[in-house]
């Protein structure tokens, strides 16, 4: 409490610094602030007058001149250019799209097919944003080989890998084999493919039920986003929706894309994308795209009984070709809605031109006073300070940029008390869990117990305890899912409740007991959100019979005495395994543990450890190893005290990571059975935690005074926490009255 009190005193006084800061801050800006120009707003001011002048009697001169030539040009022409120009725009920005993607693809492949080993790795990471929306999936298949035709005689061609975006799957409610959908729905040629190896686009959308789905997928040999991948295809399947949205854009006329075999590629209106993905459209244009000489600009042709003009270019991609159509009467009407707007904006223009260039400069100089205003209450200290400037030019991006940059200032310097003060709380945190979850040693007659634990963050999400009960020492291991406060408070928990059942039962409670009611305890705490493994091992130290109970957790294990040490010539690794399996705690009330039993011999050595230290990664961030682990485990051959074997593992670890920060808190127990116990020599039930808690400040005169004089055992002193690079350790023995029956 008083430790806590004195964090809350640094904390206000760490505020109270800030507040310091800040108005000194303000003083110096106020001091500093930078002279009122005198030349440069009228220089300004005149600057956009002339551009203003100049963007009106451009845009005057181009307005007549294509006035013009729209009454000098025979209207149907007018409007038949007009619209394959506009064609030709869309069909290059769908172009221009297309290509701009399947660049991406050249980057995105290769990441897909194979993809680093780091968890939850993105691919998507430093591309274009809108990438991870439009891609689907991507299928990687090869041609079957001679040896493989026996096994899949009816296949010519092998999936051989797929990559799924389940994020947008998800965001689309698309079923997640949407894939394995569209593969029955429209098959791949892969066969005829093959042939070719150049690039394909197919439409392949269809309908989930009443769901639409517009999807094309373009082929490509595997040797376009990477050599290696030379022998392969990839299918990559695009949503449709960015190509329909440029068709869409088109609003003089209705603009589509067809294959030459007559289906839709795509079209505005995704039901006919859908419905004609695999027939041909029933489109009077359709039966004149095969035709060569058939030219490709504009006809007029009759649909639906009436007649159209249409436009007709090639996309630039095999078979596809971009048609604009418009009803021919309303072609006209819209030409001469065109002549009458160009009228009234033409009168329009002349009479406000000479009103806009007069008030244009009082107008730049007003917004270029709210800014200067502004700038001085910044100074001041206002943070809240916005300006508010209505105009379409530069000096309207030059607001917001003003706006911007003092929304963030005042975000930053929010940010910075805040952070303070959860530094300084997480330091609170980390006082308090490093005194409640005080790692110890144990070193007796009979047994030899040394910990290593180091905290990924400021509090970790690793549990340990020993304790002693009549002839049994019981060790326990256990590991909440992730890291920092939430796991923290999982072993926070985990670690009450053991020493309450060991301050309750002064009996020996059994391994499968103590998993039993932790299960309960975390179920009940964290509601299945937050799990934790644990291992629990009791040793009998008059006859070395081993009881282990696993519940999730890393196996440990198990050197015997004569075991040889390791050699680095040799594969084969001298300890056990001492399996148990268990469900993790928290994950369902009803679990049970069932116990396996060992038979331990004299300087038996057992290794516990938590998945930190064998996932432990270096500057390349290869990952040590369960068997690098074992292989330091074993070095010193059978026999070696605990200390020793620690000492071993550590500096093993540490030459591999060469001081790389870790994401996961590392923690390993090594327990040496030194010589056979007998009751009278081991401490009553407690676990050491619990003592030093008990019997910190306590006299050795009132420490023996604790035990009756036919059952005392050897008392020595609590000693201070031995401080120790990369871990903490605690020695503890004290002896304690048997309750009366």
Not at 19 to 37: A, N, T
Not at 96 to 111: H, N, T
Not at 508 to 532: P, W
Request: glycine letters at 6%.
């Amino acid at each position: 409490m008083a430790e806590t009190t004195k964090k809350t005193r640094q904390l206000t006084a760490q505020k109270s610094d800030d507040q310091i800061v800040r108005e000194k801050l303000e003083e110096h800006q106020e001091e500093s602030r930078r002279e009122k120009p005198s030349g440069i707003r009228i220089q300004m001011k005149y600057k956009f007058i002339g551009v203003l002048l100049f963007i009106m009697v451009g845009g005057l001169a181009a307005f007549f001149y294509f006035s013009n030539r729209t009454l000098l040009e025979d209207k149907k022409l007018f409007v038949m250019d007009l619209n394959l120009a506009n064609l030709r725009a869309a069909t290059a920005e769908v172009k221009l799209a297309i290509r701009v993607r399947l660049e991406d693809l050249q980057i995105l492949v290769p990441r897909v097919y194979r993809p680093a080993s780091t968890e939850n790795f993105d691919p998507f990471i430093g591309l274009p944003p809108n990438l991870s929306d439009e891609i689907l999936g991507i299928t990687f298949y090869r041609q079957v080989r001679e040896d493989e035709r026996e096994k899949y005689p009816n296949q010519k061609f092998l999936q051989i890998r797929q990559f799924k975006n389940t994020e947008l799957l998800g965001k689309k409610q698309y079923p997640e084999g949407l894939l394995a959908q569209l593969s029955q729905e429209h098959p791949l040629p892969l066969e005829a493919y093959f042939l070719t190896q150049g690039l394909d686009l197919l439409n392949r959308s269809m309908r989930n039920g009443s769901q639409p789905v517009d999807v094309f997928t373009a082929m490509l040999p595997g040797s376009f986003a990477y050599a290696d991948l030379k022998d392969l295809i990839v299918a990559v399947d695009f949503v449709q929706e960015f190509v329909r949205k440029k068709l869409h854009s088109m609003e003089l006329a209705e603009t589509f894309l067809l294959t030459k075999t007559g289906s839709i590629f795509s079209h505005p209106d995704v039901n006919l994308t859908i419905d004609y993905a695999k027939k041909a459209y029933p489109h009077p244009i359709v039966g004149r795209l095969a035709d060569r000489t058939f030219p490709r600009e504009g006809v007029e042709l009759n649909f639906r009984e009436e007649p159209h003009l249409m436009n007709v270019s090639e996309t630039g991609f095999t078979d596809i070709f971009s048609v604009s159509q418009m009803k021919k009467e309303q072609a006209f009407i819209a030409m001469k809605v065109i002549l009458r707007r160009s009228m009234m904006l033409t009168l329009f223009i002349l009479a406000i031109a000479s009103a806009v260039t007069i008030i244009f400069a009082a107008h730049l100089t007003k917004n270029i006073r709210k800014l200067k205003e502004g700038a001085e209450q910044m100074g001041k200290g206002n943070l809240l300070t916005r300006v508010d400037i209505k105009s379409n030019d530069e000096i309207h991006e030059l607001g917001e940029s003003f706006n911007l940059m003092a929304a963030r200032i005042q975000k930053y310097f929010t940010e910075s008390v805040e952070k303070t003060r959860m530094e300084e709380e997480l330091k609170t945190a980390q006082l308090v869990q490093s005194t409640i979850l005080m790692t110890n040693k144990i070193d007796t007659d009979s047994v030899e117990l040394v910990p290593h634990y180091v905290p990924a963050t400021e509090v970790g999400g690793d549990f340990w305890d020993a304790y002693l009960s009549g002839n049994v020492l019981t060790v326990i291991i256990g590991d909440a899912t992730g890291h920092g406060a939430p796991a923290a408070i999982v072993t926070a928990v985990a670690k009450s409740c053991v020493a309450t059942l060991h301050q309750v039962y002064e009996e020996k409670l059994s391994a499968e007991q103590f998993l039993d009611t932790l299960n309960l305890v975390i179920y009940n705490s964290c509601r299945g959100k937050l799990l934790m493994t644990m291992c629990i091992v009791q040793l009998n130290l008059e006859n070395g019979q081993l009881t282990i109970c696993n519940a999730g957790h890393e196996s440990p294990f198990w050197l015997k005495s004569d075991a040889s040490r390791f050699s680095s010539g040799t594969t084969r690794l001298n300890s056990e395994v001492l399996f148990a399996r268990g469900e993790r705690l928290g994950f369902m009330p009803e679990a049970r543990y069932e116990a396996v039993k060992y038979q331990l011999g004299l300087q038996d050595t057992l290794l516990f450890y938590s998945d930190g230290i064998s996932e432990a990664v270096n500057l390349r961030g290869e990952e040590w190893g369960e068997r690098s682990l074992r292989e330091a485990f074993e070095s010193l051959g059978g026999g070696a005290s605990a200390a020793q074997v620690k000492d071993t593992i550590v500096s093993a670890l540490g030459k591999f990571t060469s001081g790389t920060d870790q994401k996961d808190d590392i923690t390993c127990i090594i327990l040496n059975w030194k010589k056979r116990a007998s009751q009278a020599s081991v401490l009553k039930a407690t676990t050491l935690s619990t003592a030093k808690e008990r019997l910190s400040g306590v006299s050795e005169e009132e420490a023996a005074k604790a035990v009756t004089e036919e059952e005392r055992p050897e008392v020595t002193m609590v000693t201070e926490p031995k401080v120790e690079i990369g871990e903490q350790t605690a020695e503890v023995t004290s002896g304690e009255r048997k309750k009366a029956a």
